[in-house]
């Protein structure tokens, strides 16, 4: 067990729909990290967030955002779903934010879009 | 650019066998780390180790090891003795300045499927 959380852990929904899928990081962790992983494209970063605030956007559509709540959850918000959105996306948290942080990996929410 | 490659797709190896996943990758980073995950079946990604570029002695840790070579810009896996429970998918990623702009972006590389069979 990482420490860190996600929910839910399964979701299947339509296409247009929007979801929310939730992050804790490990305690006393300040950076959170998105990930999607697809068959197709791999491991790819989305977005990484440090105190609260955005540091790093990857290969995030501009459908898909996200935040970093003061309490250092986070949350990504998917919206107007493709069926190409299915996947398992991944939360990480670290320590710090600079390159070499060893990042944690969360369990998964694995979304299915039908 | 940086990128990782893991050349090998999947490996199948009997119980006891030693195995080795290699990992190349490129960047024009002098500091850079490189890293190993796990992704058993159950899907959950598991950090294995952290190197950074200035650390080129190699590393065991029970069964694992792992040989960092910046000759020939590798960073293999070995696991001594396989056993059933190493049945996973397994990921090489780097992270480097120049890549990830001072930030901790991870690119990964397409992962080795290692089944082991009993």
């Known amino acids: 067990d990482s420490g860190v959380t996600q929910t839910p852990k399964h979701l299947i929904t339509a296409t247009g729909q929007r979801v929310t899928l939730r992050c804790s990081p490990r305690?006393?962790?300040?950076?959170v990290y998105w990930y999607q992983q697809s068959l197709d494209q791999g491991l790819q970063f989305l977005i990484q967030?440090?105190?609260?605030?955005?540091?790093a956007k990857g290969n995030i559509l501009e459908r898909f955002s996200a935040q970093q709540f003061p309490d250092l959850h986070s949350e990504l918000n998917l919206s107007s779903l493709e069926l190409g959105d299915s996947a398992l996306y991944f939360c990480?948290?670290?320590?710090?934010?600079?390159?070499?942080?060893?990042?944690?990996f969360g369990p998964g929410t694995r979304l299915t879009v039908l | 650019a940086q990128k990782v490659t893991q050349a090998q797709t999947e490996i199948s190896v009997v119980e006891k066998e030693d195995v080795t996943l290699d990992c190349v990758y490129e960047t024009r980073d002098t500091t850079y780390y490189l890293f190993w995950y796990k992704q058993p079946p159950s899907g959950e990604l598991v950090f294995l180790i952290r190197r950074n570029s200035f650390d080129e002695q190699n590393e065991i840790s029970g069964r694992y090891s792992w040989n960092f070579q910046k000759s020939t810009s590798s960073f293999n896996f070995t696991i001594t003795a396989s056993q059933v429970v190493d049945s996973a998918v397994y990921f090489c990623?780097?992270?480097?300045?120049?890549?990830?702009?001072?930030?901790?972006?991870?690119?990964f590389g397409a992962g080795t499927r290692l089944a082991v069979h009993p």
């Open positions: 990480a948290s670290s320590v710090g934010g600079r390159e070499g942080d060893t990042q944690y």
């Open positions: 967030y440090y105190n609260g605030e955005e540091r």
């Open positions: 990623a780097l992270s480097g300045p120049m890549f990830s702009g001072g930030y901790n972006k991870l690119i």
């Open positions: 305690s006393g962790d300040l950076s």
